[in-house]
């Protein structure tokens, strides 16, 4: 199998070329399929539960969000991305009259920046669930709030 990768501009935007081991074949492969995990968390109770975190002062590029809950009387979930002092909310979702059922496989650029983690907050007692698809970001390749910011 011949591998390379063409990189333009650091790995998020690398594309992995290779040959198919099923023959004559080439392929280009995104990062989020090549690097790409997920972590999931459910949430009975009201209350904040962190999904997903940055390792060694990196970030994290959001590639696919699921959210799924029960109806609830004044309910909400929300997924946000924050550091503890800057926070971005990613979805809100009121489920007063209906449940929520949610799935979102991103097809843009959706990175964070620096120590920002994906949170799940919700408001009532209620079964809400959070699946959070992506790639972790080295340090030296993130950007700190406000150059991320400047960017929007």
Request: aromatic share 6%; with cysteine.
């Amino acid at each position: 199998m011949i591998k390379a990768e063409i990189i333009g501009g650091g790995s998020l935007e690398s594309v992995s070329v290779g040959h198919s081991p099923c023959g004559g074949v080439l392929f280009a492969m995104p990062p989020s399929k090549l690097h790409g995990t997920f972590k999931a968390s459910t949430r009975t109770t009201a209350g904040t539960t962190n999904i997903v975190t940055p390792k060694g002062g990196g970030s994290i590029c959001v590639t696919d969000i699921i959210v799924t809950t029960e109806k609830k009387n004044l309910g909400t979930v929300t997924v946000s991305m924050t550091d503890g002092t800057n926070t971005i909310n990613l979805i809100r979702a009121l489920v007063t009259d209906a449940p929520c059922n949610l799935a979102s496989s991103i097809a843009g650029r959706f990175p964070g920046w620096k120590n920002a983690r994906i949170d799940m907050i919700t408001v009532e007692d209620f079964t809400a669930t959070v699946t959070v698809g992506y790639i972790r970001v080295p340090a030296n390749e993130s950007l700190s709030y406000a150059d991320w910011d400047a960017l929007r």
